[in-house]
């Protein structure tokens, strides 16, 4: 099984696939999707959305996980998460992917085991996790921890015959 997590973002969009061996959760790729800050909103979210579609059939995963919205106090900012998460779900819904949603409490928990953790240590347990070396951007470790989140839950409802 593959899955694909999504940060959202309007301007960086970062994207984790990891994969399964056994029940141990593997790195296969992360990055950021950079829209040209330069260019009015629908065409940033064009662009995102082509550069997703790339993503998904290149990798084809079999989940994708995006992180739920939360109230966020820049009423602006939070607006335009919205239209990137709603092109994510656009793409999981044309590719015909089954798409989970993760709060960053629970991201927080299942991968730090704390959910007030902060990004850096969000992102030195993705790198410890995925046995990674050097610098990852917190965009792409924020992805790869929702992955591993949805990776862990699975498990964790496997375990106790439970289901989300």
Known sequence: M?????DPGSLKCGYGVISLKG????YVASGIISA????????RLEYIFNSLLEIVRK???D????EKIFFAKNPKAALSLGHARGV??????AENINLHECS???VKKGVVGYGRAEKKQVQEMVKMILNLGGTIYPDSADALALAICYVNTIKFNKATGTSR
């Open 104 to 106: 960053a409490l629970e």
């Open 23 to 26: 029940t141990e959760p593997v």
């Open 59 to 61: 990798y084809q995963p």
């Open 88 to 93: 994510v779900l656009l793409v999981a819904a």
């Open 2 to 6: 593959k899955v694909l997590g999504i």
């Open 63 to 66: 989940e994708m996980v995006v």
């Open 36 to 43: 040209p800050a330069s260019k009015p909103l629908h065409k």
